[in-house]
């Protein structure tokens, strides 16, 4: 099993930059792929980015896509989620996912994260 704990979320001005963390406890965290998803109040959880357990290989929604990138430290237990050129639809509250493949939806993950709410201002 993994716990998950999300930060670096805040209140940011259109086109600034926030860069995620979540930090895993448990010993297996290497063995596990990840995801970032988000919710937006009233719409369903959305997928962001996911990354294999080696980090060698990711992919990221459309609509982040050249602005939002995710990696891991498997040394520190946490993957991260830079993201660029935000927009006032990227507000919502991010989450992080841990399971034993890389999917898109959230279903595939049974492991997650409590949560860090982004918002960003026109």
């Known amino acids: 099993q993994v716990q998950l704990v999300e930060s670096g979320g805040r209140l940011v001005q259109a086109g600034g930059s926030l860069r995620l963390s979540c930090a895993a406890s448990?010993?297996?965290?290497?063995?596990?792929?990840m995801a970032w998803f988000r919710q937006a109040p009233g719409k369903e959880r959305e997928f962001v980015a996911n990354i294999r357990w080696s980090g060698g290989s990711t992919y990221t929604a459309d609509s982040v896509k050249g602005r939002f990138a995710v990696s891991r430290d498997n040394a520190k237990n946490t993957m991260y989620l830079q993201m660029n050129s935000l927009k006032p639809e990227d507000t919502a509250v991010y989450y992080c996912a841990a399971g034993h493949h890389v999917k898109v939806i959230p279903a595939a993950y049974p492991y997650w994260g409590q949560g860090t709410q982004v918002t960003v201002s026109s």
């Open positions: 448990g010993r297996t965290f290497s063995s596990y792929a």
